[in-house]
């Protein structure tokens, strides 16, 4: 069975350097992306189930100097209880750190609903009022988010994006018939 999020991921892992430079600039400039990897669930056969099928796409990359990391981009078709996401974000985050993947970037993705744009964001583990882990993810909400910027750039995946965000100098309806025009002619 596939997650709704599938199609979305599939063009993400196509457009993966795109994808980076859009939601993180700078951070492409340290990887060597001729080597990315994106391991399937079948390579994560000791994790649990219902972790496996939650988990978005996952990316194994080199630095530039040699180290070995990973990036996990997941994809939320709508926001819903942050305490749950961030749970779930953690538990792989350590579950990657356990298996020697070292865990360098969290994105997710938000279609619809969440904060606009891109944020930093933190996942705070505490016991008893003491903090005994931060880590950082970089969440993006696309709805509500200004559309043009991304449907000007020259990458397939920001006109993909562009069609979840919200216009600003055209009707919704003009936007999406744009978008869906400029995707169209990439494939002639």
Known sequence: MTRP????????????????????????????????????????????EEERRGLGLLAEVFTRRGRRLSI??????QAGCRECLEERLL????RLALEGRQPARM???VLKGGK???????????VDGEELLRVPYLSFGLEGYPAEGYLD???????????????????????????????????C
Not at 72 to 77: S, T
Not at 91 to 94: D, I, P, T
Request: hydrophobic content about 50%; some cysteine; proline content about 7%.
């Open 5 to 48: 999020s599938q199609a979305f991921e599939d063009m993400l892992q196509t457009f993966f350097a795109d994808f980076l430079d859009l939601v993180e600039p700078g951070l492409i400039a340290r990887l060597d992306l001729d080597q990315v990897a994106f391991p399937c669930r079948d390579e994560l056969a000791d994790w649990p």
């Open 72 to 77: 996990l981009v997941q994809v939320e078709l």
């Open 91 to 94: 538990g792989w985050y350590l």
């Open 107 to 109: 994105i997710v993705l």
């Open 116 to 126: 606009p744009g891109p944020s930093l964001e933190w996942i705070v583990d505490e």
């Open 153 to 187: 750039r020259n990458e397939p995946v920001a006109w993909a994006l562009s069609t979840f965000m919200r216009p600003t100098l055209r009707s919704q309806e003009e936007h999406l018939r744009i978008c869906l025009e400029k995707i169209a002619g990439l494939a």
